[in-house]
Antibody, heavy 121, light 103 residues
Framework: QVQLVQSGAEVKKPGASVKVSCKASGYTFTSYGISWVRQAPGQGLEWMGWISAYNGNTNYAQKLQGRVTMTTDTSTSTAYMELRSLRSDDTAVYYC??????????????WGQGTLVTVSS | EIVLTQSPATLSLSPGERATLSCRASQSVSSYLAWYQQKPGQAPRLLIYDASNRATGIPARFSGSGSGTDFTLTISSLEPEDFAVYYCQQRTAFGPGTKVDIK
């Protein structure tokens, strides 16, 4: 069965960086893209960006351009999301999600369990 | 950039009642719209894709309709486990969500 398992919770100081991992299993990793979505406490869902696990192409949300980098390691079927220059409003649960039904339509058919990132001095 | 709006913000209903949730896009998205359910402390779950197709394992009481700019998610008869927040999504855009709570 398809599973996306994320790394554990992180506490970071303002200005620091965080790198969250998402290990995929149960499907051919390079056949699907991975998106990252975050959710601030009590708020809605915010799309952060997408990476092709096939060729590493990326597309980032404009508001995060320059602070976010998404990568994959096909040898371990793992996707990574690094966010730099953290601010308090980056405190959120970060989800990875498989992009099913084709990258053009961009639906998220499987999700990781979420990783809480807390930014606090 | 497409903006999605959802109404109502909160829907208070009793088990067994019918729920009708609305999602409106700022411009036509054809039928490329999905619906997700999210319960507290859980990741979202895909319910409907391409406006009207149920995802794998989704009960038949969930149905979606619409095209262009106006879409509807209907839950024909609410079960206790259906009380949650529902989001619509079109590629990089999510709606703000509709909370379905127990009346």
């Amino acid at each position: 069965q398809v599973q996306l398992v994320q790394s554990g919770a992180e506490v970071k100081k303002p200005g620091a960086s965080v790198k969250v991992s998402c290990k995929a299993s149960g499907y051919t990793f390079t056949s699907y893209g991975i998106s990252w979505v975050r959710q601030a406490p009590g708020q809605g869902l915010e799309w952060m960006g997408w990476i092709s696990a096939y060729n590493g192409n990326t597309n980032y949300a404009q508001k995060l351009q320059g602070r976010v980098t998404m990568t994959t390691d096909t040898s371990t079927s793992t996707a990574y999301m690094e966010l730099r220059s953290l601010r308090s409003d980056d405190t959120a649960v970060y989800y990875c999600a498989r992009v099913g039904y084709g990258d053009v339509r961009g639906y998220f058919d499987y999700w990781g369990q979420g990783t809480l990132v807390t930014v606090s001095s | 950039e497409i903006v999605l709006t959802q109404s109502p913000a909160t829907l208070s209903l009793s088990p067994g009642e019918r729920a009708t949730l609305s999602c409106r896009a700022s411009q036509s998205v054809s039928s490329y719209l999905a619906w997700y359910q999210q319960k507290p402390g859980q990741a979202p779950r895909l319910l409907i894709y391409d406006a009207s197709n149920r995802a794998t394992g989704i009960p038949a009481r969930f149905s979606g309709s619409g095209s262009g700019t106006d879409f509807t998610l209907t839950i024909s008869s609410l079960e206790p486990e259906d009380f949650a927040v529902y989001y619509c999504q079109q590629r990089t855009a999510f709606g703000p969500g509709t909370k379905v709570d127990i009346k």
